[in-house]
Structures are given as structure tokens and as C-alpha cells.
């Protein structure tokens, strides 16, 4: 790593009346949580990443995230597995197959069935060492997976010390195969939805996600109310409904109409999720997947719209 952080600057101070909680870490601030509410974001929003000499992606990534003020990281599970050529969106299946396609697809297979405990361990004890929390991963246990895949990926976060993964482009066949995994390794998968509210087969209606529900315990949602709200419905209410269902939300904003918006400058209900959650001390973190327009490094703009979180939550 680039820094080495004293017992100091992993020390939380307050903010006002003990409203945000942070550690200093060089000239900047990591933010864990405003008002008990936990704040961060996926790698996708404050990348690329770039390894300095000796470094490998989780250095960079904790550095960017330092840089970032961001105390709960998403990792992406693509920044460390092998490529797929003419892979289908987020790691499903591609509607029409290729040789390289089934090639890649297969040695991508066998790496992570083959793929040691310790590698994933030893992420984890760079993010714990940084004294950033990797909150969650995100895998598309896709149709295609075999038994022995899902177990393997299973497998990969429960040595990355996780509880629980955003499921991206998985869809709800697969729910009845995933359940005995979540089982046996206790981590709960939160199904990540999307816009196509009229197909059974994907993760995107409130009655998808009451399927799954009662498919397992386990089974959580990890709700985007920007794709969401695409579909007609309400983020808030869903929010309302089952605050104890879901782990995080991916933080979105949009106008009326679906046009682009930064966040805090949309219509979507940024601002009454987050003091829904404060105010009812909800176990739900908010998690970013949106940067912003205009000037600035992804980094940069990660922590402006941090900013806009703490600033709905402190007031």
C-alpha cells in the first residue's frame, strides 16, 4: 500500500452533535455513517483503478476509496476474475453463443472452482488493515452456473468475510438453486432489480421480489431505485413495506420523465429513503451507483455526492 495509517487517524471524531461517523485519513475523511446510516459505493462509480508498483486492484481500489472519503466499498466480482469474450449483460448468458464465448466462459468456470480461499483473504485483510469495511460483492450467478460454480463463488465470499452480495443480472429461476448455497454458507444474497417488469423470469416487479422472499430467509433485496422507478414503481413504498428485507439500496437519481439527473437534483425520493431509514434506525445502507456530470475524476465526484447524502441525513 501507498500509506501506512497511525492508531490516530483510525480514530472516529465527531461531527457537531455526533452526527457523522469518520476517520481521518491523510488530508481527507472516510464517512462510515451519518446519523446511523451507512454510506458507500461500488467500485464501478469510483474507478478505473490503476495499481501503483507492487500493488494489485484491492490496493488501488482502497486507495481511490480513501481518496473518495468512502468507508463502505461494493466490490465487483469482474476486478479479479478472468474475462469472458461475448459474455451476455453483467455476466449472464449472451443470447447468441460463440466458440470464444464457450471457451472463456469455461476456463472462467474452472478458475473459480480451482481458485484458493486465501486469494479472497487476503483482500479482505487489505480492506480491514485500511480500515475500510467491504461491505458486500457483487456476482451474477448467471443460468449457465453449474452446482460446483455456485459453491465456488459461495466459497470466494465467505473468505472475503461478506454476509450478503448484490446479485446484479441474476433472475429468479435461479433463486430455488441459489437457496441451499446462502444456506450452508450464511450469506444472504440481495436480489438487484431492474426495469423489465413485464418478463416473470426477471427481478424488477414487488411481486418478483415477494417470490423471492419466500423462497428463503436469506434471500434480500438490494433495491436500485433507479431501474425501480423505471418500472413504474415505487421506490419509497417498497422501502416502507420491507425495511427489514433489504440490505442496501443503490442510490440513483432521475427526473420525472427518466431523464438523466446527478443525485439530489432528480425526482426520485433520495432524501425521504435516507431520513425514512435514520429516523426508523433501519439496518439499510445506501449505496452509491451513480456518478455525477461535469468536471472532475470519478473519485472526486464519489465524494460530491457523499456530500449530498450527508447533507439530506443532517438535516
Given amino acids: 500500500m501507498r500509506e501506512t495509517l497511525?492508531?490516530?487517524?483510525?480514530?472516529?471524531?465527531?461531527?457537531?452533535?455526533?452526527?457523522?461517523?469518520v476517520r481521518a485519513q491523510g488530508r481527507g475523511q472516510i464517512i462510515d455513517s451519518v446519523r446511523g446510516v451507512r454510506l458507500g459505493a461500488i467500485t464501478g462509480v469510483f474507478g478505473p483503478f490503476t495499481p501503483g508498483p507492487g500493488e494489485d486492484v484491492?490496493?488501488?481500489?482502497?486507495?481511490?476509496?480513501?481518496a473518495g472519503g468512502i468507508g463502505h466499498v461494493e466490490?465487483?466480482?469482474?476486478?479479479?476474475?478472468?474475462?469472458?469474450?461475448?459474455?451476455?449483460?453483467?455476466?449472464?448468458?449472451?443470447?447468441?453463443s460463440t466458440p470464444e464465448f464457450q471457451q472463456?466462459?469455461?476456463?472462467?468456470?474452472?478458475?473459480?472452482?480451482?481458485?484458493?480461499?486465501?486469494q479472497f483473504r487476503d483482500i479482505r485483510s487489505k480492506f480491514d488493515r485500511a480500515g475500510i469495511v467491504l461491505f458486500s460483492y457483487v456476482m451474477t450467478i448467471g443460468d449457465d452456473f453449474t452446482d460446483p460454480e455456485i459453491d465456488a463463488v459461495f466459497r470466494h465470499m465467505k473468505a472475503l468475510g461478506v454476509d450478503k452480495f448484490c446479485t446484479n443480472q441474476t433472475r429468479m429461476s435461479m433463486g430455488p438453486r441459489m437457496a441451499p448455497f446462502a444456506e450452508k454458507y450464511g450469506i444472504q444474497p440481495a436480489f438487484h432489480n431492474h426495469a423489465l417488469v413485464n418478463d416473470p423470469n426477471e427481478v424488477a416487479s414487488p411481486e418478483s421480489f415477494e417470490r423471492l422472499f419466500a423462497m428463503s430467509r436469506l434471500f434480500m433485496a438490494n433495491l436500485d431505485m433507479g431501474h425501480y422507478a423505471r418500472g413504474g414503481n415505487d421506490p419509497l413504498a417498497f422501502l416502507k413495506k420491507y425495511p427489514g428485507r433489504i440490505t442496501h439500496v443503490h442510490v440513483r437519481d432521475a427526473k420525472k420523465d427518466g431523464a438523466a439527473a446527478d443525485i439530489g437534483q432528480g425526482d426520485l425520493p433520495v432524501r425521504d429513503m435516507l431520513r425514512f431509514v435514520r429516523d426508523g434506525k433501519h439496518p439499510v445502507a445506501f449505496i452509491l451507483e451513480q456518478s455525477r456530470s461535469g468536471p472532475g475524476t470519478s473519485v472526486e465526484k464519489a465524494r460530491q455526492n457523499l456530500e449530498v447524502l450527508r447533507s439530506a441525513l443532517e438535516s
Fill in 6 to 21: 497511525s492508531r490516530r487517524e483510525f480514530g472516529v471524531v465527531s461531527l457537531g452533535a455526533v452526527t457523522a461517523s
Fill in 104 to 118: 472463456t466462459r469455461e476456463a472462467l468456470r474452472q478458475w473459480r472452482i480451482a481458485a484458493p480461499d486465501s
Fill in 58 to 66: 484491492a490496493d488501488a481500489v482502497i486507495v481511490s476509496a480513501r
Fill in 75 to 96: 466490490f465487483v466480482n469482474s476486478l479479479i476474475e478472468p474475462r469472458v469474450t461475448g459474455g451476455g449483460v453483467g455476466g449472464q448468458v449472451p443470447v447468441s
